[in-house]
């Protein structure tokens, strides 16, 4: 490959690491605004994150396969840019981490409206399934799978 393809290759996988890490960053920042949204149960504000968290992951996929394709093309390159690649991957495991908090903090939650929600119709707290009509069901009844 001649040196000024080599350095188009290599000039065009490091803007395409850096501008992962950039998209990470600014994903750690929109998990860390859920949270807050979650905590302060808003709603609004959890849709509208969770747009732009949709938005964000699906760069980041789309980042990640032109990474690994341009990185195929100049292993030297992909080389020479492991710190940066290092920084990226360190920004991800913040937004994994954060992310599994966000989802424990639902999962209170969603625990704390069904217990709510036993205490005013009466039934008994815990897990349940919704039915085929959408009404929540405790999870030891059984029902008629198939009829004959």
Request: aromatic share 2%; charged share 25%.
């Amino acid at each position: 490959m001649n040196p000024r393809a080599q350095a188009e290759l290599d000039a065009a996988l490091a803007a395409t690491v850096e501008d992962m890490r950039l998209a990470a960053t600014e994903l750690a920042a929109v998990l860390e605004a859920e949270r807050e949204a979650l905590a302060g149960a808003d709603v609004e504000a959890i849709d509208r994150i969770g747009a732009r968290k949709q938005s964000l992951m699906q760069q980041l996929e789309q980042y990640d396969a032109e990474r690994v394709q341009l990185a195929a093309a100049t292993p030297a390159g992909a080389e020479r840019l492991r710190p940066a690649w290092r920084a990226t991957l360190d920004a991800l495991a913040v937004c994994r981490e954060r992310n599994q908090q966000n989802g424990a903090l639902a999962g209170q939650r969603l625990a704390q409206v069904r217990r709510a929600l036993a205490v005013l119709t009466g039934e008994p707290a815990g897990d349940g399934v919704y039915g085929r009509g959408g009404e929540l069901r405790a999870a030891t009844r059984s029902q008629v799978l198939a009829q004959a």
